[in-house]
C-alpha cells in the first residue's frame, strides 16, 4: 500500500486507534481485523453502498459478512420492525410472531418440521449439537477439516486457518484448537470434507459413539462444491449409523436459494442451523428440522436465551422471508453472481493471473492458485496448501483503493441492492485492481 492510498482512510485509523485504548484491538470482533490498510470505521450504508469516515463511497461485497441479503437498510425489513417498536421492543414471554416465522420456515425449508429459535449462529450450532447428544444419548461429533461452526468451545477446532492433515494421513484426526483458551479437545473427531470412503471408514469403526455429523454443505473456505453424489453418501451413511446429520447453512441458507443449499443439491438433514441472511441485519438464527429430534431434546435438554425469538429480530425476518420468496428472486441474484463470476475470471486470464473464480448461489470467491490454477480445489487441503493467501488480500486492498468492499478472504457475496450497473462498475475497479497487482509482480 503506497502511502498515498494510506491517507484516504486515515479517520477510520484514527477512530480506531482511539477505540484500542477502550476495545481490545480496536474491533469487537477480530473478523473485522484483517482489512488492509486498516480496518475501516463506517458512517453510513444504504443499498449496495456503504461510506465511511473518510467520505470514501465503497461498493459493498461483503455485505457484514453475509446477512445483507437485501442490502443495507431493505425498506420492507425497515418498516416491519417500525411496526413492531409500536407493541413493544421484548417480553420475556412468547408473541405472535414466534411461531409465525417457525410456521414460515417450515414451508421454505425442506428438512424442517419443527424451529428452536435463537440469537447467532454460534449460539445454534451449539443448541443444535446438544439437541443431537440429547436425542442420541451418544458424546462424539464429528466434523470436517476447515468448516467453520462459530467460535463455542466445543466446535472452535480445525477450522480455517489450522494446518490440514498430513497427505495420506489416516481419519480421525484429533481436534485441533482455532484459537488460544479452548482448554481441553471436545469429544469430537476430524474427517476431510468430500470423501465419502474415508468417511464411510470413520463411521464404521466409531459410529456407536457419534452423535453428530456436522457440516457446511458448501464449505466457505473456498466456496466449494460437493462432489457429484458427496451429499447424498452422507446422508446415507449417517442414517445407517443412527447419526444426526447437522448442515451448518448459516451462510449458505437464502443465499443459496430460499430453500437453502439442501433444496439446491436435494439432501435433507436431520437438522438446520440458519443465520446471517435470516434477520436481514437483525442478530437471529434457528435450528430447524426433525419433529422427533427438536421435541424428544427439548424434553431433556430445555432451549434457553433472554433473546431467543426477539420481538425486532422476528419482524426483520418474516419480512425477509417475504422478499426472498418472491418470483425470480433467486434467479436474479444467481444470474447477476455468474457474470461478475465470469468477467473475474476473463480479467484474471487477461492480466496472466492464477485466478480461480468458484461459484455457488449469490456467494463467489476468487482464488490465487499457486500451482498455476492446473487442478480442481476440492477440499480444505487444497484450499490451505495451493492457494495463495496473502495475494488475496492484498487483491482485496487493491479492490478497496478502488472503492469496492470485499473481505480479505475474497468471499463475494450478492444482494437485491446490486445492479447490472454495479457489476459493471465492480469488474472496471477490478481490472484496475489487478493490473496493480500485475505491477507488484514484475
Known amino acids: 500500500m503506497n502511502r498515498t492510498n494510506a491517507r484516504s482512510f486515515a479517520a477510520s485509523r484514527e477512530w480506531l486507534d482511539r477505540a484500542a485504548a477502550v476495545i481490545p484491538t480496536g474491533a469487537t470482533s477480530a473478523a473485522r481485523l484483517g482489512v488492509r490498510p486498516t480496518p475501516l470505521v463506517m458512517a453510513e450504508a444504504d443499498g449496495a453502498r456503504m461510506t465511511d469516515l473518510d467520505g470514501n463511497v465503497l461498493l459493498d461485497f461483503a455485505l457484514a459478512n453475509g446477512p445483507l441479503l437485501l442490502g443495507h437498510r431493505p425498506r420492507p425489513v425497515l418498516e416491519a420492525m417500525a411496526a413492531q417498536l409500536d407493541h413493544g ?3 420475556g414471554a412468547q408473541h405472535r410472531l414466534e411461531a409465525e416465522l417457525a410456521e414460515a420456515l417450515v414451508e421454505v425449508v425442506p428438512s424442517a418440521e419443527a424451529v428452536c429459535l435463537s440469537t447467532t449462529g454460534s449460539e445454534a450450532v451449539h443448541a443444535a449439537l446438544r439437541f443431537a447428544r440429547a436425542a442420541t ?27 490440514p492433515a498430513a497427505p495420506g494421513a489416516r481419519a480421525p484426526f484429533a481436534p485441533l484448537p482455532s484459537a488460544a483458551g479452548l482448554g481441553a479437545p471436545p469429544p469430537a473427531l476430524v474427517a476431510r470434507w468430500n470423501d465419502p470412503v474415508e468417511l464411510a471408514a470413520v463411521l464404521e469403526e466409531h459410529g456407536a459413539r457419534i452423535a453428530a455429523v456436522v457440516m457446511e454443505p458448501v464449505p466457505l473456505a473456498g466456496v466449494l462444491e460437493p462432489a457429484s453424489g458427496y451429499l447424498a453418501a452422507v446422508r446415507e451413511l449417517t442414517r445407517r449409523h443412527g447419526i444426526v446429520l447437522i448442515f451448518d447453512e448459516v451462510v449458505t441458507g437464502f443465499r443459496l436459494g430460499v430453500g437453502a443449499a439442501q433444496a439446491r443439491y436435494g439432501v435433507s438433514p436431520d437438522l438446520t442451523v440458519l443465520g446471517k441472511a435470516l434477520g436481514a441485519g437483525m442478530p437471529i438464527s434457528a435450528v430447524a428440522g426433525s ?26 425476518a418474516l419480512a425477509a422471508l417475504e422478499c426472498y420468496r418472491e418470483p425470480d428472486f433467486d434467479k436474479t441474484l444467481e444470474r447477476m453472481a455468474a457474470r ?42 487444497d484450499v490451505a496448501t495451493r492457494t495463495d493467501r496473502d495475494r488475496a488480500a492484498r487483491f482485496a486492498e487493491a479492490l478497496l483503493c478502488q472503492g ?28 484496475a485492481a489487478m493490473a496493480r497487482l500485475r505491477e507488484e509482480a514484475a
Not at 300 to 309: A, L, R, V, W
Open 89 to 91: 421492543m421484548l417480553y
Open 291 to 316: 419433529r422427533e429430534i427438536l421435541f424428544v431434546a427439548a424434553g431433556t435438554s430445555p432451549h434457553m436465551g433472554t433473546f431467543n425469538g426477539h420481538p425486532l429480530a422476528a419482524a426483520a
Open 137 to 163: 444419548g451418544r458424546d462424539l461429533v464429528l466434523r470436517f477439516e476447515g468448516h467453520y461452526h462459530g467460535w463455542f468451545g466445543d466446535i472452535a477446532y480445525s477450522g480455517p486457518g489450522t494446518p
Open 404 to 431: 469496492l468492499n470485499v473481505p480479505p478472504r475474497n468471499t463475494w457475496m450478492l444482494s437485491a441492492a446490486h445492479r447490472d450497473d454495479d457489476i459493471d462498475f465492480a469488474l472496471e475497479r477490478a481490472d
Open 340 to 381: 461478475l463470476a465470469a468477467g473475474l475470471a476473463d480479467l484474471g486470464e487477461q492480466h496472466g493471473l492464477p485466478l480461480r473464480v468458484h461459484q455457488a448461489g449469490a456467494l463467489l470467491q476468487t482464488l490465487f492458485a499457486t500451482d498455476g490454477g492446473r487442478q480442481e480445489l476440492r477440499d480444505y487441503r
